[in-house]
């Protein structure tokens, strides 16, 4: 099995339009963290507009939040609603861009069930989403500490400011990205899917991003009708479910307390639903599969 995966993971990257998600993923990056700067503090303005005047904001208070940790957690903010068009560009592609070459049925002749051939290449798929968030994490987190150095972190959540120390701000970027890779692995599973039902990549990752796009919206839909019913169901609900890992939890003295998640439940309890739907997924797609005539 590892050997067909080598292959696959082969077969990915020699392809040129492999390395358009990295450097697409570095273009964003870099002119964010170069207009951050050289115009840092009126991107600080506009942010600091909605608190302005509930809290007074110092000049020392901006120049301490300028710092690598703030500007990743832009970035991330950023980037990640727009990553699931870059995993679809190879998930959708598994099983269609094969049966588009003509090389499908050649590859079901080999004495691997179509189960592991199957899982292979949806390992495959997950591997380059892990590569894409580690080069992100390379680019976002490491290159802004760099370049901006660290400090505290500061969130903004409507109205209320979130302070946390700096030494309690890298487990949780940890954390984040982690609960990144499972989201977009949701995503790469829906592609997977919809791929086996095409003979060409444009339909299933057209079909993917539609479905995100329109799944996203919904979410964002502040109705009392989808709230209780549609949303709590919705994958595209729990994939920004990252962010609860920089909501910390209070004293009485309204001070933060280092190392505390405020709703951790209900992170685990997002990360479970995108995991049931990453099964579901996969899953039909091998049952799928499976059942598909090798003449046809």
């Not at 997950?126 to 994490?137: H, S």
């Not at 500061?154 to 989201?183: H, K, P, T």
């Not at 479910?241 to 505390?260: E, L, R, S």
Request: one cysteine or more; charged letters at 15%; glycine letters at 6%.
């Amino acid at each position: 099995m590892w050997k067909l995966l080598r292959i696959e993971l082969f077969k990915i990257f020699k392809r040129p339009r492999t390395y358009i998600a990295f450097g697409a993923i570095a273009a964003v990056v870099l002119l964010f963290q170069i207009g951050m700067k050289f115009d840092g503090k009126t991107y600080l303005d506009l942010v600091l507009n909605n608190v302005s005047d509930s809290f007074e904001v110092t000049d020392e208070f901006k120049s301490k939040l300028l710092n690598g940790y703030f500007i990743c957690f832009a970035i991330l903010n950023i980037l990640l609603i727009q990553m699931p068009l870059l995993v679809a560009l190879i998930a959708g592609d598994s099983i269609a861009g094969e049966a588009n070459m003509g090389t499908l049925r050649l590859s079901l002749t080999k004495p691997v069930s179509r189960t592991q051939y199957m899982l292979v290449k949806f390992m495959a798929s997950i591997i380059y989403t892990l590569l894409l968030l580690i080069w992100l994490a390379i680019l976002a987190l490491f290159g802004s500490m760099f370049i901006f150095g660290t400090n505290s972190l500061v969130i903004f959540r409507s109205e209320v400011i979130e302070q946390m120390n700096s030494y309690d701000v890298l487990w949780r970027y940890v954390a984040a990205f982690g609960y990144a890779a499972v989201a977009l692995t949701t995503v790469s599973a829906l592609a997977f899917l919809l791929s086996v039902f095409a003979e060409n990549s444009i339909g299933p990752i057209i079909a993917t991003m539609s479905i995100v796009i329109v799944l996203t919206i919904l979410s964002e839909f502040n109705i009392p009708l989808y709230d209780n019913t549609v949303k709590p169901y919705l994958f595209t609900t729990h994939m920004v479910a990252w962010k609860g890992f920089f909501y910390v939890q209070a004293d009485a003295d309204n001070k933060t307390i280092d190392g505390t998640i405020q709703n951790l439940p209900a992170i685990l309890r997002s990360l479970g639903i995108l995991v049931i739907y990453i099964v579901g997924f996969v899953g039909s797609a091998i049952w799928i599969f499976k059942k598909k005539d090798i003449l046809t």
